[in-house]
C-alpha cells in the first residue's frame, strides 16, 4: 500500500470522530440551555436567589414600589378615606393631598424595599411561590389542580407594610383585598401544559448533556493515531458552544427586553431582570469557555512542540511517582473548590465528573511520560533507587578488573558473592533501607 492510500485510510478513519465531535457539539450547545432553563425554574434555591438579586438592583426596586403603589390606589380609595378624615371645609383638598400622597408612598415604598427586613418578606414570598408551583406539577398540591385555583406569588404582607407607612394608618391597609398585589406565576387552565414542559425540561437537561459528553468521550476513543488532535477538537468545540451561548444570549436579551417594554422608561428594569434572570446561563457559558481552553491545553501539553516535550521531561520524575501525581491532583481540586471559579464546581454531579475526567487525564499523562521518559526518574523513587545501585555495582566492578589487570574476569559464583558485599555495605551505610536490601538481594539470587 502506498503512502496516497495511507493518508486516505487514516482521513477517512479520523471522519468518524470529526462526526462524533460536531455531533456531540450541537447536543452541547442545546443541553446547555435545558440546563440552565431546569436550573432556572425547577430548583427553589437558585429561584430565590435570583429574585433576592432582582430586588436588590435599583431599578427593579423602583419598578416594584410603582406596582405596589398603583395596587394600594387600585383597591383603596386613598381620596375617599382622606376625605372622611378632612373637616368639612377641607374636604375638597382631599383630591390634591391624595395625588401628594401617591408621591410619598412611592418613596416611602423605595425605601422599604431596600431594607433588610422587607427583602426577607420579598425572599420568604418567591420561595412560597416556587414551591407551590413544583408542588403543583409534580401532582402533590391537590387544591390547585382541582379547584381552579391559581399559582400566584404573594406580595399582599410588602404591600401592608407600605400602606402602614403611607401616614393614613392601619385603616387604609385594613381596606386591601386579600388578592391584592399577588402577580400570576401559572393559572390552573395551563396546569397540563406546563407539567408537560417541566417533564421534557427534565429529561432533556440531564438527557442532552450525558449524549454529548458520551460522544465527546467515543469520538476521542476511536481516534487512534489522531486522539490528541480530536482532543484538542472537543476543547474548541466547548470553546465554541460557551461563545456561542453568550453570543445568542445577547442577541435573545435585545429581543426580549423590546418586546416585553413599551416605554423607555421600563427599560432599565427590564434589562436589569434579563441580565439577572439569564447569570445562570452566562456562568454555564464561561464555565464551557474555560473547560475549554483546559482542554486545547492539554492536547497541546501532549503534543510533540518542544516548550511540550521540555515539561513533559520535567515532570516525569514526579509523575512516575502515583503519591506525587494524585497528590498534586488533590492539591489542585482543593483549590478548584474553593474558588469556584464556575457553577459546576459547586454542585455534585458535575464536580464529581470534573474529579473522574481530571484523574483519567493525570493517570493517561503518567503513562504516556513512563514510556516516552523511561529513564527519567527521582532519586528516592524505586527505580532511581534501582538505577543507583546498579551504577555503584557496576563502578565497583570495573575498579575490581582495573585492579587485577588482564587476568581472567570473575566466576558467576564470585560475582554474586561480590554483588551480595556491596549490597551489605550500601545497607550498613544508610543508603538502602531493609526492604530495599532484601529486594535487591532477592533479585540477584533470582537472577543467578
Known amino acids: 500500500m502506498n503512502e496516497t492510500q495511507t493518508a486516505s485510510r487514516v482521513r477517512a478513519r479520523w471522519a ?88 410619598l408612598a412611592l418613596n416611602l415604598s423605595q425605601r422599604a424595599l431596600a431594607q433588610p427586613k422587607v427583602q426577607g418578606l420579598w425572599e ?77 425540561l427534565r429529561t432533556l437537561a440531564w438527557l442532552l448533556a450525558a449524549i454529548a459528553i458520551a460522544l465527546y468521550a467515543l469520538a476521542i476513543y476511536l481516534a487512534g493515531a489522531r486522539r490528541r488532535e480530536t482532543l484538542r477538537a472537543v476543547g474548541i468545540a466547548f470553546l465554541s458552544v460557551g461563545v456561542s451561548v453568550l453570543f445568542i444570549r445577547g442577541l435573545t436579551g435585545n429581543y426580549v427586553v423590546g418586546a416585553l417594554t413599551t416605554t423607555a422608561a421600563s427599560e432599565p428594569a427590564a434589562n436589569a431582570a434579563w441580565s439577572i434572570g439569564t447569570s445562570q446561563l452566562v456562568e454555564i457559558a464561561q464555565g464551557m469557555v474555560l473547560y475549554g481552553l483546559v482542554v486545547i491545553l492539554a492536547a497541546w501539553l501532549a503534543g510533540p512542540s518542544a516548550l511540550a516535550t521540555w ?32 457553577s459546576g464546581t459547586r454542585r455534585l454531579v458535575p464536580s464529581l465528573i470534573l474529579i473522574a475526567v481530571l484523574a483519567l487525564g493525570v493517570e493517561v499523562l503518567r503513562r504516556q511520560v513512563i514510556r516516552e521518559f523511561p529513564d527519567r526518574v527521582t532519586t528516592g523513587s524505586a527505580e532511581g533507587v534501582a538505577q543507583r545501585i546498579a551504577a555503584r555495582m557496576r563502578d565497583a566492578r570495573e575498579r575490581r578488573l582495573a585492579s587485577r589487570g588482564a587476568g581472567p574476569p570473575p566466576s558467576p ?36
Open 16 to 103: 468518524l470522530p470529526m462526526a462524533l465531535v460536531i455531533l456531540a457539539t450541537v447536543l452541547a450547545f442545546f443541553a446547555v440551555f435545558a440546563v440552565w432553563a431546569k436550573r432556572q425554574l425547577l430548583e427553589t434555591d437558585t429561584w430565590t436567589h435570583t429574585s433576592s438579586r432582582l430586588l436588590e438592583n435599583q431599578e427593579i426596586r423602583d419598578a416594584v414600589a410603582d406596582f405596589l403603589v398603583t395596587e394600594l390606589y387600585a383597591n383603596v380609595d386613598v381620596q375617599g378615606q382622606l376625605s372622611k378624615s378632612l373637616p368639612n371645609d377641607l374636604k375638597p383638598l382631599a383630591g390634591p393631598a391624595s395625588g401628594g400622597l401617591r408621591e
Open 413 to 448: 559464583g564470585e560475582e554474586r558473592v561480590s554483588q551480595l558485599e556491596r549490597l551489605g555495605q550500601l545497607r550498613d551505610s544508610g543508603v538502602l533501607s531493609a526492604d530495599e536490601f532484601a529486594a535487591e538481594k532477592k533479585r540477584i539470587l533470582e537472577a543467578s
Open 311 to 342: 515539561i513533559r521531561s520535567s515532570v516525569t520524575p514526579y509523575l512516575r511517582q502515583p503519591r506525587i501525581a494524585y497528590g498534586a491532583l488533590a492539591v489542585v481540586l482543593v483549590l478548584i473548590f474553593w474558588w469556584g471559579p464556575t
Open 124 to 200: 420568604d414570598a418567591n420561595r412560597t411561590a416556587h414551591k407551590e408551583f413544583l408542588a403543583v406539577v409534580d401532582n402533590k398540591n391537590e387544591a390547585v389542580s382541582t379547584t381552579g385555583g391559581n399559582v400566584v406569588l404573594d406580595l399582599g404582607t410588602i404591600l401592608t407594610k407600605v400602606a402602614n407607612q403611607v401616614g393614613v394608618g392601619g385603616d387604609l391597609a385594613s381596606k386591601l383585598p386579600p388578592d391584592a398585589a399577588q402577580i400570576t406565576i401559572m393559572r390552573s387552565d395551563q396546569l397540563e401544559a406546563v407539567q408537560t414542559g417541566v417533564r421534557l
